[in-house]
């Protein structure tokens, strides 16, 4: 069998915001990196990100700092965060932005020139430092272009990596091929670096690209990593629902940050009647109050449209069975009666075009028909919070697959920062690891296994299309482990992963190794399968609803429930399902939690 | 969803050559040339290769040529097009074809490299820096763009095998972005005349008309750009100015 070598003190895998600041980290320390990514330089999921990037730099509302930061990202994730994470996240992202300006990234202003911020779901005061709505475009372009720049950076683009190596219980190299030829390689490490990203493809309806086959959180748990909150999918209340091409692609919540309101088809403003007892005289209550709020009155409270992503989203899906639904099964977004032309243009750009160019609708005039759309997991691979370290030695992550941060539901803005703040951690945790273990060996009689089963689609004479098997997971996953979710559902999922199992074991390629699109879903759908499975049995076990996971069966919070995370673990070929207390909160940030900051 | 179906004709092949195949696609509501290229891919052949992440005009992946016009597939709608003949797709031809849709843009990350890195200089005493919108405004306009390297794909200089020597309109952008930058102090200006060859180009505009952002890469850019080189290089009372107050040249 023929491979290429390569060996690096440090293989990052994902050239996202996480994956490119963790490069940029570890080299700095003098490690030697290879950023290995799926697709070319700058076309990660990152780039899509629109809306902005928290952190309490206290721009425009001085009252906003990291406590603030801290106790919202807490309450956002119905308390199952990880603490530690979500205070060095709300204490470090401050530095971690201004970093990026001065790597060169351009955001808006504020009349005095510093960076603005505006107002996001669950934040508090205007958090959020962006750039019009392409953010993510921004702050991807300004990593990718200081990362070219560092000396100890190779980049392998369009590379996929599909097995880890161990020695022992260390991680000591990753295999994977090469899209554009079909040749092998073999990366020689120390440690590995996970920055790879969702799982949004195990959905229909989702806004995610096709990069999003949970490949991170599968590559650690068959390695025998921890993954930990896998049942927290994110639904985001605003995707396109028309036409049936763009059906889930985002809508950022800057719309609704920028003022925009949201409306049912007898024309009400329902958000007020959805106000959940957790934030109960936090929010606007007449329209006239979030009209002063909008107009920059400090004393109104925020309209009740800023609640959380997994508020608004279930509030929508209750007026569509209700019957109140637009046209094409969501609500209406209204930006136009609450803005003027010009703003409108000048703030959401791409919300604009997007409209525009694929759905025939002018946002400046008309308003957008939407609903939810799966975009996020807050489950991944279980780190630790000083180094993003995951539990098999060797192994670290960071960004969308690591878990922690985002407890039950992740604030907007909240992504971006994380990568950026736990991509520097990992950076620093790898490249430390990587000295201290710089006489780990690779055994490579591993590397024959790892082919044979690269190489097994193109050898299945009658097998099934991955494509159709992949639709079909899609629909199973929609209709059975979707946004609201009950025993006897999951069961079938159960069920019927059981199945899909064996026609994945079956689906066959076509054609030969170069660019072969096909192939590459054949690959996919492994991970695809377990991430899956993973998320089906975590929502299987946590009989309550919290955040982004919601049972029919048992509609409440549970105290019982708020005490663990579910965390999964291969037993053989057994996927377990285990409970971790959480970490104990030192009582100083209970109290800031409990009592607010003001 | 209709019964209607479109006719697609699509580059299969590589570099040493290939053939177009046709192929039928139904229509439905919305659907973009992106769709209808998947559709082949799941139906009638997994191997067809196209590039595509975000299919919603952010990412700069999909671009190719649809009946001979650079596009973004995932920003082409099939209603758009006449439909009563052939649609043809086709990978940009000023890059070398790897498969199918798939060209070899390579060469793009290896010129952006070569681009001097942002220099900013000294912040306050807080350590950050203070700047207007309207100075924001001024480079924020580059800085939307997606690397859909549709410019590069048709300007004649880079078609004409120029690459050795023109960075093209793409990495213009990119040096206006930094020339024109609130903050930067560094000075890139002879590399932009010696090593990029702004001289190159001839104005055609031909870049702006396809920029899927809808950069004026020729009048906000390129001409601003080149009226620097102007003055510092061939204007002398300029120049005499400019030794006075010279910012440090990195090719020096
Ligand atoms: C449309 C949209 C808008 C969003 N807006 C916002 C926002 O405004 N604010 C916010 O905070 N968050 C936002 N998010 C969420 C946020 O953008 C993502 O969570 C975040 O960008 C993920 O970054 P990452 O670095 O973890 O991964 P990504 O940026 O997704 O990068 C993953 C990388 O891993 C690589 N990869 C994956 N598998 C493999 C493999 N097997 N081998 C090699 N490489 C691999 C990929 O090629 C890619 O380079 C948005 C998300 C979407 C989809
Ligand atoms: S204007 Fe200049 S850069 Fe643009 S296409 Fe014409 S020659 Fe090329
Ligand atoms: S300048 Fe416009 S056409 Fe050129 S690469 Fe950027 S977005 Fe594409
Ligand atoms: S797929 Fe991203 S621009 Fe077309």
Redesign the interface.
Same mark, same amino acid.
């Given at each position: 069998m023929n491979y290429q070598t390569f060996e690096h003190d440090v293989i990052v895998i994902g050239a996202g915001g996480a994956g490119l600041r963790a490069a940029i980290e570890a080299a700095t320390q003098g490690a030697t990196v290879g950023l290995v990514c799926k697709?070319?330089?700058?076309?990660?999921?990152t780039?899509?990100a629109e809306g902005g990037v928290a952190a309490a730099l206290g721009n425009v509302d001085l009252r906003d700092n990291w406590q603030v930061h801290f106790r919202d990202t807490m309450r956002g994730g119905k308390m199952l965060n990880n603490w530690r994470m979500a205070q060095i996240h709300a204490q470090e992202s401050p530095a971690r932005v201004?970093e990026l300006?001065?790597?060169?990234a351009?955001?808006?202003?504020t009349k005095?020139?510093?960076?603005?911020q505006r107002n996001f779901g669950g934040h508090q005061f205007p958090r959020l430092a962006h750039?019009?709505d392409?953010t993510g475009?921004?702050i991807i372009?300004t990593l990718q272009?200081?990362a070219?720049?560092q000396k100890n950076i190779e980049v392998f683009?369009e590379c996929t990596i599909t097995h880890f190596l161990k020695e022992g219980n260390k991680i000591c190299g990753a295999f994977g091929y090469r899209r554009?030829t079909g040749e092998f390689l073999f990366f020689k490490t120390k440690a590995i670096i996970l920055a790879t990203g969702g799982i949004g493809k195990s959905f229909r309806i989702n806004s995610n690209?096709?990069?999003y086959t949970g490949d991170g959180q599968a590559l650690a748990y068959k390695a025998g990593a921890d993954l930990m909150d896998m049942e927290f999918v994110q639904f985001h209340p605003t995707g396109m629902v028309?036409?049936?091409?763009?059906k889930g692609?985002?809508v950022t919540e800057g719309v609704r940050g920028e003022g925009g309101i949201l409306k049912n088809s007898k024309g009400e403003r329902f958000m007020f009647r959805y106000v959940p007892p957790m934030f109960k005289g936090e929010f606007a209550e007449t329209e006239e109050e979030a009209k002063r709020w909008l107009a920059g009155d400090k004393s109104a409270r925020r309209p009740p449209e800023l609640l959380t992503r997994d508020v608004v989203a279930k509030a929508i899906n209750a007026e569509v069975k209700a019957g109140r639904g637009s046209p094409h099964g969501g609500v209406f977004l209204d930006i136009a009666s609450q803005r003027d032309v010009e703003t409108i243009r000048k703030k959401l750009p791409?919300m604009y075009?997007?409209f525009k160019?694929?759905?025939n609708v002018d946002i400046t005039k008309e308003p957008m028909e939407i609903g939810p759309t799966c975009h996020y997991i807050m489950g991944g691979i279980r780190v630790d919070a000083e180094t993003g370290a995951a539990t098999v030695p060797g192994l670290f992550a960071a960004g969308e697959v690591a878990a922690g941060l985002h407890g039950a539901n992740r604030l907007g803005g909240n992504s971006l920062s994380d990568l950026l703040v736990f991509g520097r951690r990992a950076g620093l945790g790898a490249a430390q690891y990587a000295k201290e273990n710089s006489s780990i060996k690779a055994d490579t009689k591993q590397l024959d296994t790892c082919a044979t089963e690269l190489l097994k689609p193109f050898n299945q004479k009658n097998g099934e299309?991955?494509?159709?098997v992949m639709?079909q997971l899609q629909k199973m996953m929609d209709a059975h482990v979707g946004i609201v979710r009950e025993e006897k559902e999951l069961q079938k999922a159960i069920d019927s992963l059981a199945q899909l199992k064996s026609k994945v074991k079956n689906v066959k390629?076509?054609?030969d190794r170069?660019?072969?699109?096909?192939w590459q879903?054949c690959l996919d759908l492994e991970n695809m399968l377990i991430v899956s499975e993973a998320i089906t049995r975590a929502a299987m076990e946590r009989k309550e609803s919290r955040g982004g996971h919601t049972r029919i069966d048992y509609p409440e919070s549970s105290a019982e429930y708020a005490k663990f995370n579910f965390v999964l673990r291969k037993k053989g070929e057994e996927m377990r399902v285990e409970k971790e207390p959480l970490p104990k909160m030192p009582a100083a940030l209970e109290i800031l939690i409990k009592e607010g900051t003001t | 969803?209709s019964e209607k179906t479109a006719k697609i004709k699509v580059f299969r092949g590589?570099e040493k050559g290939g053939e177009y195949k046709e192929y039928d696609v139904p229509l439905?509501?919305?659907?973009?040339v992106l769709?209808a290229i998947h559709h082949i !891919?799941?139906?009638a052949?997994?191997?067809?290769?196209? $590039?595509?992440?975000?299919?919603?005009?952010?990412?700069?992946?999909c671009g190719g040529e649809i009946n001979g016009k650079p596009r973004l597939m995932c920003?082409t709608?099939m209603d758009t097009l006449p439909l009563d003949k052939p649609i043809t797709v086709e990978p940009m031809k000023t890059f070398p074809v790897?498969?199918?849709l798939?060209c070899?843009?390579?060469w793009n990350?290896e010129i952006?490299?070569k681009i001097p890195?942002?220099k900013?200089k000294a912040?306050l005493a807080d350590?950050?820096?203070?700047?207007? !919108?309207e100075?924001?405004d001024r480079?924020?306009e580059f $800085?939307?763009c997606?690397?859909c390297f549709l410019c590069q794909n048709v300007c004649h200089v880079l078609r004409n095998h120029k690459k050795e020597e023109f960075a093209g309109p793409r990495f213009l952008v990119r040096l206006a972005s930094?020339e024109m930058?609130?903050?930067?102090v560094e000075d890139r200006l002879s590399l932009i005349k010696e090593a990029f060859h702004i001289g190159l180009c001839n104005i055609t505009k031909c870049c702006t008309e396809v920029c899927p952002e809808h950069i004026t890469i020729t009048d906000n850019a390129i001409i601003p750009l080149k009226e620097r080189v102007v003055s510092r290089f061939y204007d002398p009372i300029a120049k005499f100015w400019q030794k006075l107050f010279a910012k440090n040249d990195v090719t020096k």
């Open positions: 697709s070319l330089l700058g076309k990660a999921h780039v899509m201004n300006e001065a790597w060169g351009v955001f808006d202003r005095e020139g510093k960076i603005l750039v019009g392409r475009l921004e372009r272009d200081h070219v720049h683009m554009v690209s096709w990069e028309w036409p049936l091409s763009v692609t985002l791409s075009h997007q160019e694929l759905a299309n991955p494509y159709e639709d390629a076509a054609g170069t660019y072969n699109p096909g879903t | 969803m590589d439905f509501e919305g659907m973009v769709d !891919q799941a139906t052949d997994n191997t067809l290769a196209v $590039r595509w992440n975000c299919k919603a005009g952010k990412c700069g992946s920003m709608r790897i498969k199918d798939v070899d843009v390579s990350f952006n490299k890195p942002f900013p912040p350590g950050t820096w203070r700047f207007s !919108q100075d924001a480079v924020q $800085r939307k997606i690397e930094l930058h609130p903050l930067d």
